[in-house]
């Protein structure tokens, strides 16, 4: 009878990303924070602007009065619906009021500036604060080129001084008067040395055929 071995099931994934394996807290903190989200559960969607700005005022006044960390979770949690919709309401996008876009883009500037003041007084580590910023709040690495064109001009838009600075420039590259007097004077000294040397070259090839003897000159052969 072959022998069977009891096999464990394999773990899958990594413990950095297991939430189990890296817990810190204490089962009583675990309780509260579970509370803290799931008793808005329960929660059904807000139907108007003035049940939304009521459901925002009593979400943070809890927060103040119980110690609660506000989060953009639990806000859309407490507004009885999921962060993809108040990312819509947020942007305006279906039959959404304008109040009801600056209602919620206002609530999230307040949670910004929580969590700003968390990391600035060490309540929370660096990486935390910027992994929600960007998430949420917009934050972004941005490194910006500025390129400066170069006007030879100046940076002067009058329009006289620009005229000025123009027959100044045209001026430096202008020829010399006196260069220009010079260069037909040039001109013709040049074309009379090539004249003088055709010349010569004619009368070398004129004298080079007289020493050459004609075919007549030489003896016939007997």
């Not at 903190?29 to 509370?35: A, G, H, L």
């Not at 010569?200 to 030489?218: L, V």
């Amino acid at each position: 009878m072959a022998r069977t071995e009891d096999k464990k099931p394999r773990k899958r994934g990594s413990k950095s990303a297991s939430v189990l394996a890296n817990l810190q807290g204490k089962q009583e903190d675990i309780s509260r924070i579970v509370y803290e989200s799931v008793q808005y559960f329960p929660r059904k969607k807000v139907e108007n602007d003035e049940e939304c700005a009521e459901r925002l005022n009593a979400y943070f006044k809890q927060c103040y009065e119980t110690g609660q960390i506000p989060t953009v979770e639990d806000m859309c949690l407490a507004l009885g619906t999921v962060r993809s919709t108040v990312w819509d309401w947020e942007q305006g996008r279906g039959n959404v009021s304008k109040q009801r876009s600056d209602m919620i883009k206002k609530a999230k500037e307040i949670l910004a500036a929580i969590d700003a003041k968390l990391v600035s007084e060490g309540k929370i580590p660096q990486v935390t604060y910027i992994f929600r910023a960007k998430n949420f709040f917009g934050m972004k690495d941005q490194q910006e080129t500025i390129i400066t064109p170069n006007n030879p001009l100046g940076d002067s838009t009058d329009a006289e001084t620009l005229r000025r600075r123009y027959l100044e420039q045209k001026e430096i590259q202008m020829i010399p008067e006196q260069v220009l007097e010079e260069i037909p004077e040039v001109a013709e000294r040049i074309a009379e040395s090539a004249e003088s040397a055709e010349s010569a070259e004619s009368a070398e090839s004129a004298e080079s055929a007289e020493r050459t003897p004609a075919a007549d000159d030489f003896p016939a052969d007997e």
